[in-house]
């Protein structure tokens, strides 16, 4: 969509005026409808067209704008004045006519779209004439004379056709171009189901009119809950709904697919059923990857209730799950404007958007964290049972019912169809059609070899391109009993296939553990930070016990690594993996694990290969199996790394990655390097496998947005100097201190000092993870070693450490959290964003400095860390043990809190971890067996507890760190 910014409406009148003309005679004509009702729905019509033209030719208008300009047609004095010089030769008849040349089939589609659009209006008109007095059946159903009329409230499909909302003088109706059949069977088996549940259930669909291909709704009215015991059903019935399509195979349930009416989650569009499962096709990631994309999408997650992050262009980042979508925990988005409107330097340019609010929730502040129990607890309610009914033989006569009713099927996302479609309006594409519908069938081939189930028939994509052409999104429907697709253009695709004995057969063959699992993962999916999540409440502290401190360790330690063995899933080939909450640059995602350091892959591997090179020093105990993982772990990331590296040299261009010091290229490099220090892997294969990465970052910094230390450039720098150092390779320290050019040109200084405005914090951010102090730590680190500009590098740290001073709060005794603007008050003790990983920061700079207002910084950061930040999880992202670190160190210093002592506070953290069990800040409940936000990072902190060991910090990007406890140093 391209939003106008000013005055940028030259008349349609020309291509519209003949076919309103003809629109308004037939409406007009129509039995039973009222002269003003028929005109209105022509106005409205006309309003609707309008609107769509006008995206579809603005790009077009715009640069025969641009040629009138440049070729000096336009004489006026003014821009202003020169625009409407040309809007007056745009408005002459002869203007479009003249556009023919350049743009041979654009009459011709825009043509077609117009007579669809008003054909499908003319339709709209003569069923509502014929069905207005069976409306008033619909509960709220409209009455009276017709008093607006919403067109294109959806996507338009198969000839123009879309969702429409009708107004009456009292009441509303929604108008469904498609059968409504399913829909009233979905009613029949909620109704039969709920009355069986101890509590009953709230979830239900719109009352509907069934006719021949098309139907009227209820409208559904948006309400927030009245208290408490009404959020409570409400979530509930969330659980409820992911278990009931999780039986009926239910799928594409967006965030506008459910509104919220009270303690009521009604899904008022649900014509995706009894969806197809097409296995994963081989990704080249081995066989643990393949069969962990496979689970995946056979359980309740590819419902899409359930929060996720979206991954295509228009929507990365963004999370359009019913469940989800939560208000301040999305995305700004990137959205085509025209500006500079009203003059004739008018030009196509970008605008950062921020979502709008919908209906999905039951609350203006929705707080997920407090009602998730409720969301398990339901879907384990209903899922029960299902489960009884199905030993009784009664589940499947149960869904008889749908047999021959027409269901829709999604081959492939709407979004990837808009991105197709944008394209083919392009002047470009209008230029040339035949060379732009080849592009588009070639994409189209490519997406169905990437994409289980997306159609590769070339019959059937050349008639999603046609679809395409004329302003439709592609539709493909069958019925339950067939199977067989009907297509775009009278097309079939797949085979004949009892949809309904599938769906029972994968409810039967369901991994129950692997739902409940996702269902407490995709939680985090819904929060845009690291992961942590507001708690109930804190754990309780645990009594302090110094006795068998060792003894208590290990055993801890012991069960954790015994935890992850038996989570992993593995392949025939050797290969493995583990299915979890994953975060990535656009998000988090619930998936087989991520290539990085933070929650992924390679995280996994320090953990692993720390604990047995631990167990072989003899301060940990043995866990049988933990080193052939560790060896099939990295023969999984090996093989990763080569599928990519061939990927790039014979396929096409790709996204980089990311260049972060924990998620991206700076992570796999020092963990390369680590994994040498470990005496896991030999120095030429580290060396050699860090270096084919660290060609990789020229293309990851150019496109990095975000420059912090975890996705961002600033990550890479210090692992680039180590691998300098342990090659004698003076390319990566000249990478390195090209980096910190990029950050000194991107840097916004004032009086306060440096920071780093990015697109989604256009205000910079302080903090380790996102903001200034890491950063500013890769800059100090970066004019510890460089010779030339040296001084700059360090000027500019300092002043990006005097931002992050002027962040802290004396009355809170913390550093503000800028990612919540709205509350100045609110301060962190995390790790990522707060007092723990700037004391991180101050610790390693006072080890190499030796500057008192170091001991200071790490003082106030042990302070807050120890009474605002424990006791919430065990995590090191932002919980007990990223924590600890930060107090030890003060204590080391002499600068701790109070009179604590080594000693006491491994006994606190270890009795907290006897008392609670390990808690990831995820969801507390959620299984990751990461290292940043997992139990992984908890088992590398047990094993540090050790008084013997040499095991660096992991709390920076730096597999040498020297900033450790002095019997490590």
């Known amino acids: 969509m391209i939003h106008v910014a000013g005055d940028f409406d030259p008349s349609l009148d020309f291509l519209t005026a003949p076919a309103l003309a003809g629109l308004s005679a037939k409406l007009g004509s129509i039995p039973g409808l009222a002269e003003a009702e028929a005109r209105l729905i022509c106005r409205r019509a006309a309003e609707a067209l309008e609107e769509t033209l006008r995206l579809k030719v603005n790009r077009v208008l715009l640069l025969e704008l641009n040629a009138a300009r440049i070729s000096g047609r336009l004489t006026a ?117 709920a009355p069986r549940l101890p509590a009953g259930s709230s979830i239900r669909v719109p009352g509907v009119l069934i006719r021949q291909g098309y139907g009227w709704a209820e409208h559904i009215q948006h309400r927030y809950c009245a208290d408490e015991a009404e959020l409570r059903s409400f979530y509930r019935g969330v659980g409820h709904w992911l278990a009931l399509m999780r039986l009926i195979g239910g799928s594409d349930l967006h965030m506008e697919n459910l509104i919220a009416a009270g303690p009521a989650p009604v899904v008022v569009d649900c014509e995706t059923l009894f969806t197809p499962h097409v296995p994963a096709k081989p990704s080249g990631y081995g066989d643990a990857v393949d069969r962990a994309t496979d689970l995946l999408s056979g359980s309740v997650l590819r419902t899409g209730l359930l929060p996720g992050r979206g991954v295509s262009l228009a929507w990365r980042g963004v999370d359009m799950s019913a469940a989800g979508g939560l208000p301040g925990q999305q995305p700004y988005t990137q959205m085509p404007v025209v500006v500079d409107a009203g003059t004739d330097m008018a030009r196509l340019g970008m605008e950062r958007v921020e979502l709008g609010a919908v209906r999905n929730h039951p609350s203006p502040d929705p707080i997920l964290v407090h009602y998730w129990d409720l969301v398990l607890s339901g879907f384990t309610e209903l899922v029960e049972h299902l489960d009884l009914l199905d030993r009784r033989d009664e589940l499947a006569g149960l869904l008889t019912d749908f047999a021959d009713r027409p269901i829709r099927v999604v081959l492939r996302a709407t979004e990837a169809y808009a991105e197709l479609a944008r394209m083919l309006w392009h002047p470009a594409a209008l230029h040339d059609e035949p060379a732009a519908t080849g592009r588009a069938a070639g994409l189209l081939a490519q997406h169905a070899e990437n994409l289980p189930g997306a159609p590769s028939d070339p019959e059937v994509i050349d008639a999603e391109v046609a679809e395409l052409l004329v302003g439709d999104i592609p539709f493909f429907a069958t019925t339950p009993a067939r199977g067989r697709l009907d297509g775009p253009g009278g097309t079939s695709y797949g085979d004949e296939q009892d949809l309904i004995a599938d769906a029972l057969r994968r409810w039967r063959d369901r991994d129950a553990a692997l739902d409940r699992e996702v269902i407490r993962s995709a939680l985090v999916s819904a929060y845009l930070n690291e992961g942590w999540m507001p708690a109930n409440k804190r754990m309780t502290a645990p009594l302090i016990r110094h006795q068998d401190l060792d003894r208590r ?50 995280g996994v591997a320090i953990t692993l290969a720390a604990y047995v090179s631990e167990t072989g020093q003899g301060r940990a105990d043995e866990v049988p199996g933990l080193d052939g993982l560790l060896a099939d772990l990295l023969h999984t990331i090996r093989l990763a790394e080569e599928r990519d590296a061939e990927a790039r040299r014979t396929g096409p261009r790709r996204r980089p990655a990311t260049p972060g010091g924990y998620v991206g290229i700076g992570s796999q490099i020092w963990t390369w390097l680590l994994l040498r220090r470990l005496g896991t892997v030999g120095s030429a294969e580290a060396v050699a496998r860090a270096g084919a990465l660290a060609g990789q970052l020229p293309e990851a910094v150019a496109a990095d947005g975000v420059y912090d230390l975890l996705t961002g450039m600033a990550g890479a720098i210090v692992p680039l100097l180590r691998l ?50 890491g950063i500013a730590w890769a800059l100090a680190r970066l004019a510890d070693s460089a010779t030339a500009g040296a001084a700059d590098f360090r000027t500019l740290a300092a002043s990006a450490f005097l931002y992050e001073e002027s962040l802290y709060d004396p009355a809170e005794k913390g550093w503000r959290d800028l990612r919540e603007m709205d509350d100045r008050r609110v301060t962190s003790s995390a790790w990522c964003h707060g007092a723990a990983g700037i004391g991180l920061v101050a610790a390693d700079r006072l080890a190499r400095e030796g500057d008192p207002r170091w001991a200071d910084v790490l003082r106030r950061a042990a302070a807050s860390s120890w009474s605002k930040g424990i006791g919430w999880n065990h995590t090191l992202c932002h919980g007990d043990l990223g924590n600890w670190e930060v107090v030890r160190h003060a204590i080391d210093a002499g600068v701790g809190p109070g009179e604590l002592t080594p000693e006491y506070l491994a006994a606190y953290m270890i009795g907290s971890m006897d008392e609670h069990g390990p808690v990831s800040g995820l969801s507390r409940d959620a299984f990751s067996p990461g290292l940043m936000p997992g139990v992984g990072g908890m088992l590398y902190q047990l094993l540090r507890l050790h008084p013997g060991t040499s095991l660096p910090s992991i709390l920076l990007p730096d597999p040498d760190n020297q900033c450790g406890w002095p019997h490590t140093r």
Request: proline share 5%; net charge neutral; glycine share 10%.
């Open 553 to 602: 360790r290990r055993r801890i330690a012991a069960g954790i690594a015994r935890t992850v063995l038996d989570t992993a899933v593995r392949g025939d080939d050797g290969t493995v993996t583990w299915i979890a909450p994953v975060l990535t640059s656009d998000g988090w995602f619930v998936q087989a694990l991520s290539p990085d350091v933070y929650g992924g892959a390679y």
């Open 724 to 773: 300098s150092e342990q090659t004698g390779d003076q390319r990566w320290s000249t990478q390195a201190h090209r980096i910190g050019e990029c950050l000194l040109s991107l840097a916004h200084i004032d009086d306060r000092g440096a920071r780093w405005p990015s697109t989604a914090f256009p205000q910079g951010l302080g903090g380790v993870s996102h903001g200034a102090t």
């Open 77 to 193: 004095e003014t821009p202003q004045l020169r625009w409407q010089e040309w809007k007056a030769t745009a408005e002459r008849p002869e203007f479009w006519p003249s556009l023919t040349e350049h743009y041979p089939t654009m009459p011709s589609r825009l043509g077609a779209l117009i007579d669809n659009r008003c054909a499908a209006a003319v339709e709209l008109a003569h069923r509502f004439a014929t069905d207005r007095t069976a409306l008033t059946a619909l509960p709220g159903g409209l009455r009276g004379e017709l008093a607006c009329v919403d067109f294109g409230t959806g996507d338009s499909h198969r000839g123009g056709h879309s969702v429409a909302v009708l107004h009456g003088s009292q009441g509303k109706v929604v108008y469904k171009p498609r059968s409504l059949a399913v829909d009233e069977a979905l009613a029949r088996l909620i109704d039969r189901l």
